[in-house]
């Protein structure tokens, strides 16, 4: 079964649009964490556009990496950033005093 060229140019370009959407409003967000759902979104969605290209492997390769290990990073990263150091409890008011002086 081969798709006719129209439609995989239509697949195509309604892939790239889906991507610079994502990748605009990833880069527009404040928020570390809705960052990284927003990079795990894109991550899809390239993977997404690399099956319309006939480029499995890629796909697969931005579907674990892209769209799965880099965000749990990112989310853990910010975890460890809002612990503090160990030992060190946040205080109650969730004001850092090192930030004050």
Do not use: Y
């Amino acid at each position: 079964m081969n798709p006719s060229p129209g439609a995989v140019d239509f697949l195509v370009a309604a892939g790239l649009v889906l991507v610079s959407a994502v990748a605009t409003a990833a880069a527009l967000t404040r928020d570390p964490v809705r960052q990284s759902v927003l990079l795990s979104v894109l991550g899809v969605c390239l993977a997404l556009l690399f099956l319309a290209l006939q480029a499995p492997d890629v796909a697969l390769s931005q579907l674990a990496v892209g769209s799965a290990v880099t965000p749990l990073l990112i989310l853990l990263t910010v975890r460890k950033i809002h612990r503090g150091p160990r030992g060190r409890t946040p205080p109650e008011n969730g004001q850092d005093p090192e930030r004050e002086r």
